[in-house]
């Protein structure tokens, strides 16, 4: 494989020479330029690229340094095999570690049957490894149980966007649409902290004239720049869209001209809205009807109005519903598939998007294909190579797959880029399961909490070191370029799922000389699928700096925006869904007076396992720490410098504390990027969405009190 290196730099700097690629985390995707000492394999400096259209040059603290893990002295550079129960490893080669591997997997399965293993992927890898691995689960391994820990993240807003539009794709528009947005409702998103370029594409659209409204329980980064901060109580958002759409009936901002040509089962939705009010939103949310009722003028009064949600909206047990709360309120405003307006959801991580679309779901095939819908069963088997019948049915979600493990009835697994004992709620019992697993796998490039229970760890390459594709926040698949090589005996995943699935008896399907081959063949898998990228290629991605889906044949030049005129359901219609407002699953009573809400800081990432260990971002943000309103910290006594007990039905966990002027009262803030004693997650809940099996990361009932000690 060819890589993009360019030529030392017109000879002014002998050894020198500079590739493209994409920042390693956040679905942004920021598109990155680095200058590479070849002699020394270094990447000697990075900058984003002005040329590349989702973020014009801009990126974070975090694409800044995303090239120090390249050389850090952490790096996981051989395999390691488990020699004692106390948590020793050894070194070992390859052959060892993957034959002790494919060993133990067909053991487990001849004593307990093939779906007693099961894959966990991850968000973060490459288009061309989820393929990989949802193939290598279902033909190699034959099990029905693999899922990823987009369950924990995007599983409810696709699965509303499904229900509501008959397809997700997290922005169905460009990003640089929101220049055209005359207001912009921002509900659960912190995206000053998590997508930071897009915190200046919205002053930029306040600049030409946008309104910007955030609903945050929290005054976030981001809500510091809106024109108008609704503060719900943590869980209420759905009652937040119900009132939203009350007033927006009564103040006769519903387009009745678009519901009737454009949208399937609105009536009984707006004539249930028409029961509720303002006054009853602020007895839910809390928020004052005054501000609910400008925030509906302003959606009707400055159009186009776009809403997009965010994982405070989503990461409840009732999810589902309340993203489908907000797409109601888009569709009567006549909003969706207007240039500027509509809906969309931001994803997370980098591959977040293609991530949900290529088969490491539980109920997914690549194109977003149903593993439950016989024709897309016939066709990915026959694409495969194999019967029908032998492709495994829908299995486990990944909060299941944990609790399965926990029950004994999984018992070997394989996690590839995920990190479940830092971000899996209810921790405690979470690191139970691993730790009761007979057999676990662990695939990273650095030694995470989860690899601490792993019998066997494979060594995996980072972002610049192997050629593969991200398909981004937009739903525009991105090459991502390698330029360096990987250290030691590091190996891409892709390449160790395919001599995993040789070791099992698999491997006449697995047969690929590099990446792009793997791509092709994702690609003409997807041909006529929902999320179609037959007509991609890698030379063609990288002429034209990514490419949309669907993108049908050669001569197509993708798809930007996905409802101008019609959507994706059999009529062209899109679906309106009565929505009733119902409690979290934990609502705070005399012994958990508070609610415990959780997510992000702008340094670290995820469960952290990459970020601490860089230390311009440890250093500015060294530990958690519990975000409590000004109000409560007095009313507590809290004590400057002093840590405080927080606690659930589920733990307790010691803590510094800050004090946040306007906070809503009831609510309190921790970000979840520790493990350990200081992981927030010892302290959430497993309440699962019905539908999207989504956990309720973001509420839970929770006390807060002075530890008497000294720091
Ligand atoms: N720096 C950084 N950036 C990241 C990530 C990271 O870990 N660090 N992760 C990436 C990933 S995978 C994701 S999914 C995204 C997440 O991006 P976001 O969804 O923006 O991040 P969160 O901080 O989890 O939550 C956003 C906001 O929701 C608010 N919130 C909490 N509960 C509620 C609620 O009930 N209702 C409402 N309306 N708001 C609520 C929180 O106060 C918070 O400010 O970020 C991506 N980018
Ligand atoms: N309380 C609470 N919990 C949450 C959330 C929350 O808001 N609150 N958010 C949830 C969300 S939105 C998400 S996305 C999840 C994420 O949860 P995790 O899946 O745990 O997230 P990461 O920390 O990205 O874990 C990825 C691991 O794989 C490694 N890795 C990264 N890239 C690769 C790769 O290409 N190959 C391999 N082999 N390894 C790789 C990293 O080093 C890291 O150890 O957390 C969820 N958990
Ligand atoms: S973390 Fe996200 S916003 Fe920051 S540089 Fe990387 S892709 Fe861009
Ligand atoms: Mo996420």
Redesign the pocket.
Same mark, same amino acid.
Do not use: E, I, R, T
């Given at each position: 494989m060819t890589l993009s290196m360019q030529p030392a730099v017109s000879g002014w700097e002998p050894g020198l020479s500079r590739f493209n690629t994409h !920042?390693s985390? !956040?679905a /942004?995707? !920021?598109a990155l330029k680095m200058k590479v000492d070849t002699a020394q394999n270094r990447v000697v400096k990075v900058w984003g690229r002005r040329d590349f259209p989702t973020?014009r040059g801009l990126?974070?603290v975090?694409?800044q340094t995303?090239h120090q893990q390249i050389h850090h002295s952490d790096r996981l550079i051989r395999p390691l095999l488990r020699e004692s129960k106390e948590g020793t490893f050894r070194e070992v080669d390859w052959d060892e570690a993957l034959d002790f591997t494919a060993r133990r997997l067909q053991e487990t399965q001849k004593a307990h049957g093939a779906d007693s293993a099961a894959v966990f992927g991850g968000g973060a890898l490459t288009n061309e490894t989820v393929y990989l691995l949802g193939k290598f689960a279902r033909v190699a391994l034959k099990t029905r149980n693999i899922d990823y820990n987009g369950r924990y993240c995007m599983s409810s807003a696709a699965a509303a966007q499904n229900a509501s539009f008959g397809v997700d794709r997290g922005l169905n528009f460009p990003l640089a649409d929101i220049f055209e947005s005359r207001c912009i409702l921002l509900v659960g998103a912190n995206v000053a902290e998590c /997508? =930071? =370029?897009i915190q200046v594409f919205l002053k930029r659209a306040q600049k030409l004239g946008a309104r910007l409204i955030v609903a945050d329980p929290r005054n976030s980064r981001t809500s510091d720049i809106a024109d108008l901060k609704l503060m719900p109580k943590p869980g209420t958002d759905s009652a937040l869209a119900l009132a939203l759409l009350s007033e927006v009936i009564a103040e006769g901002g519903v387009d009745e001209k678009y519901l009737n040509q454009r949208v399937g089962g609105f009536e009984p939705v707006l004539a249930f809205a028409r029961g509720f009010n303002a006054a009853w939103g602020e007895k839910i949310t809390g928020v004052p009807d005054l501000l609910i009722r400008q925030a509906a003028r302003w959606l009707i009064r400055f159009k186009p109005s776009l809403i997009l949600t965010g994982r405070g909206a989503e990461q409840h047990s009732k999810g589902v519903e309340t993203v489908q709360s907000f797409i109601n309120l888009a569709l009567a405003l006549g909003q969706v598939g207007k240039v500027g307006g509509g809906f969309g959801t931001l994803t997370g991580q980098g591959n977040g998007q293609g991530g949900r679309e290529h088969g490491q779901k539980a109920d997914q095939l690549p194109g977003y294909r149903s593993i439950e819908n016989p024709q897309d069963r016939a066709r990915v088997a026959q694409a495969w190579g194999i019967d029908e019948k032998d492709l495994p049915q829908k299995g486990l979600s990944a909060q299941e797959i944990l609790q399965a493990a926990d029950a004994g009835t999984v018992r070997a697994m394989w996690v590839v880029g995920s990190n479940p004992a830092v971000s899996a709620p209810n921790g405690r019992r979470m690191k139970n399961a691993l730790s009761n697993l007979s057999f676990l796998a662990v695939s990273d490039f650095f030694f995470s909490e989860t690899c601490q229970t792993a019998n066997v760890v494979f060594p995996a390459t980072l972002f610049a070191e192997e050629d593969g594709t991200m398909t981004n926040i937009e739903g525009r698949c991105v090459l991502r370029r390698s330029g360096v090589k990987p250290p030691g005996e590091a190996r891409s995943d892709w390449k160790v799922i395919v001599d995993l699935a040789g070791r099992l008896g698999a491997g006449q399907y697995f047969s690929y000389p590099n990446t792009e081959a793997v791509f092709n063949e994702l690609a003409s898998v997807t041909a006529g699928s929902r999320a179609d990228y037959s007509g991609m290629n890698y030379s063609k991605l990288e002429r034209n700096r990514g490419l949309f889906w669907p993108c049908p044949d050669p001569n197509h030049a993708g798809t930007f925006r996905l409802f101008e005129s019609s959507f994706f359901h059999p009529d062209g219609k899109a679906r309106m869904k009565l929505v009733e407002y119902r409690e979290s699953a934990e609502e705070p009573d005399a012994d958990f007076p508070y609610r415990l809400t959780t997510g992000r800081v702008l340094e670290h990432y995820l469960s952290g396992n990459q970020t601490r260990r860089i230390e311009a971002l440890r250093s500015a943000v060294p530990e958690p720490f519990v975000e409590v309103s000004e109000k409560l910290s007095r009313r507590l006594g809290l004590k400057a410098g002093h840590k405080v007990k927080l606690t659930t039905r589920r733990g307790e966990v010691r803590l510094s504390w800050k004090a946040s002027a306007e906070q809503e009262e009831s609510t309190l803030f921790v970000p979840f990027h520790w493990g350990g004693e200081e992981s927030v997650n010892l302290l959430t809940q497993e309440a699962l969405d019905p539908v999207s099996r989504m956990p309720e990361l973001k509420v839970c009932a929770a006390n807060l009190t002075q530890e008497e000690e000294n720091p």
């Open positions: !920042c985390y !956040c /942004l995707q !920021c973020n990126s974070c975090k694409g995303a /997508l =930071p =370029p």
